[in-house]
């Protein structure tokens, strides 16, 4: 069963597992499960998601009941007026904090502004050693989206050479198939932590947190992360 994390009369949250895509997709053909009709099967109601999360990427996935709270709430999330936190594992120590302000591309070539601000909390080293290196060296950071273009944490920390821990498609070819060797882990160390906004009815500011899931939990200890 999903976890849900938060549930009224107009919103329901989930904390959706790494590897389940939100709904049924042409470029996901091996898919058997969505986390769109899990949702819908196990509270047996009708829900429709207001935003999307990457299917390697675990964390807080937010639904409406009403087509209306679903409209306002895709203007919230477009208007940047939703507050978006995720914690994500980095190759390397990362700096103490930073901004990538940095355009991507949308998939038809037009370029988009795309901003992050992102704080290291941790940093761990561990005696495996990687290549020429004696040891391995991550950071746990926790990251601020302030817009939402496609991939865009796992374009922004590539960019700055502090990729996330199994990103295959931007992240480290090396780093992942050692995670996969070593600790036998395939998961995207990315996780949708927080969410916060205005409620669409009520006006009441609404904030929840969804907890790491249990592939993410035993990273971060496989890491000596405390």
Do not use: W
Request: hydrophobic fraction near 40%; aromatic fraction near 10%; glycine fraction near 6%.
């Amino acid at each position: 069963m999903l976890e849900i994390v938060y549930r009224d009369e107009h919103l329901i949250a989930i904390n959706k597992p790494h590897g389940l895509l939100v709904h049924r997709s042409k470029i996901a053909n091996d898919a058997k499960e969505f986390a769109l009709q899990m949702l819908r099967d196990q509270i047996e109601r009708h829900v429709s998601p207001v935003h999307r999360l990457d299917r390697k990427t675990g964390g807080l996935l937010l639904f409406a009941f009403e087509k209306e709270i679903e409209v306002a709430m895709h203007k919230q999330f477009q208007e940047g007026l939703v507050d978006k936190k995720y914690l994500a594992v980095l190759r390397g120590y990362a700096p103490d904090e930073g901004e990538i302000d940095y355009p991507l591309a949308k998939e038809n070539g037009n370029m988009q502004d795309a901003f992050t601000a992102f704080k290291t909390l941790q940093r761990s080293e561990i005696d495996v050693a990687f290549g020429k290196h004696e040891t391995s060296r991550y950071s746990l950071v926790e990251a601020t989206p302030t817009t939402g273009r496609m991939h865009q944490l796992r374009r922004h920390f590539a960019h700055i050479f502090y990729p996330i821990i199994g990103d295959r498609k931007h992240g480290c070819n090396k780093q992942n198939r050692f995670f996969k060797e070593e600790f036998e882990m395939t998961t995207m160390l990315l996780h949708a932590s927080e969410l916060a906004f205005s409620h669409p009815v009520t006006g009441e500011r609404i904030v929840f947190e969804a907890s790491v899931q249990p592939e993410f939990k035993h990273a971060l200890e496989l890491l000596k992360f405390s």
